[in-house]
């Protein structure tokens, strides 16, 4: 599989202007760091999530891949052009996707919106007639397309906005925040749609959210990324074997005891196990482990060599939400 997208060591600052006399020549300059020494690869037809809390780095590293900000040091490249030499070849082959509706003009209509659109990207009047067209079939706004855009609802303004960044035919499509506001039903929707269109068309999906269970739900790998570092990055599996100190599973057993309880309890890697209630004869075992493939099989032995019937287990994954705590609360440890 090709790269799409390759970082290393990028790093954006900000000028710190807290009145106007921060811009007075003579005064030091302060400075907020967006993103620091940055390095990632993003493969071709990969669904890569950026997933950060607010204020992480996403947006200005998106920004600066779609070549609307320039960084200060390190380097970036699109398909093997570099941001900051081949600028007006990116821009022709990637899309933004952005919940920032006062980017649309409210009293046009939706049509109207992506005609404007259009004409920035110089495509004739019948490829833009056919694509707009198309788009409004695609996202199912066909019967809603001559409405002004004020009237639209939070969806429909977030579905448009999915529209306008597929309006170029992008290989690559960043998607910044795509469900914030939404309801639930209009969220998954929009989750679908973006799935769709690397499944099916093969499209390389950048997506940016501090939503864990659209990260875990959607991208095939994810960086975490915190205070303008990526932290971590592999698929959920991958941060998952890495960040997972124990691993837990749920049994259901006939014929359990006191004695075998202590007898599961002096087995080297069992750290935990409590009785979850009983329900006709079976009882219902949560357990914790340091090492599932080694400790798990010498549990289920001790079980059924003394006399217990297991009926069945079940493993216990870290959820992504634990990953992403236990993350950010290595980063912090280690700067302290």
């Given amino acids: 599989m090709s790269t799409a997208i390759s970082t290393v060591n990028l790093t954006k600052r900000f000028a710190r202007t807290a009145g106007y006399r921060d811009l007075l020549p003579f005064r030091e300059k302060k400075y907020i760091t967006a993103l620091e020494n940055v390095s990632l690869e993003i493969k071709k037809g990969e669904l890569f999530g950026l997933l950060g809390p607010n204020g992480a780095g996403k947006t200005t590293l998106i920004k600066h891949l779609c070549c609307l900000i320039l960084p200060t040091s390190g380097t970036a490249q699109i398909f093997g052009h570099d941001t900051k030499k081949d600028e007006q070849t990116i821009k022709q082959i990637v899309g933004l996707v952005s919940a920032e509706e006062r980017s649309f003009y409210w009293r046009l209509t939706g049509r109207e919106n992506l005609q404007f659109f259009a004409s920035l990207y110089h495509l004739s009047r019948q490829q833009t007639k056919k694509r707009i067209d198309d788009l409004f079939d695609l996202i199912g706004m066909s019967d809603k397309a001559d409405i002004r855009f004020q009237n639209y609802s939070t969806g429909m303004r977030q579905k448009l906005a999915i529209a306008r960044g597929l309006l170029s035919e992008p290989q690559i499509l960043f998607v910044d925040e795509p469900t914030r506001s939404l309801d639930p039903v209009s969220a998954q929707a929009v989750r679908r749609f973006i799935r769709d ?19 875990e739900q959607l991208c095939d790998r994810l960086a975490i990324m915190d205070h303008g570092h990526v932290i ?81 287990c079940h493993i216990l994954e870290l959820p992504l939400e634990e990953i992403f705590e236990q993350v950010l609360h290595s980063s912090e440890k280690g700067k302290n």
């Fill in 197 to 215: 269109k690397v499944d099916h068309d093969g499209m390389t999906v950048i997506l940016a959210t501090h939503n864990l269970y659209e990260a």
């Fill in 232 to 312: 971590a990055s592999g698929s959920v599996d991958e941060l998952r074997a890495l960040f997972q100190q124990n691993e837990g599973c749920e049994l259901q057993v006939r014929y359990f005891s006191d004695t075998l309880m202590q007898h599961l309890l002096e087995i080297r890697g069992v750290q935990d196990c409590q009785v979850n209630g009983q329900q006709d004869g079976l009882c219902n075992l949560k357990i914790r482990l340091s090492d599932r493939a080694a400790v798990l099989p010498q549990l289920l032995a001790t079980l059924v060599n003394n006399g217990a019937e297991v009926c069945n």
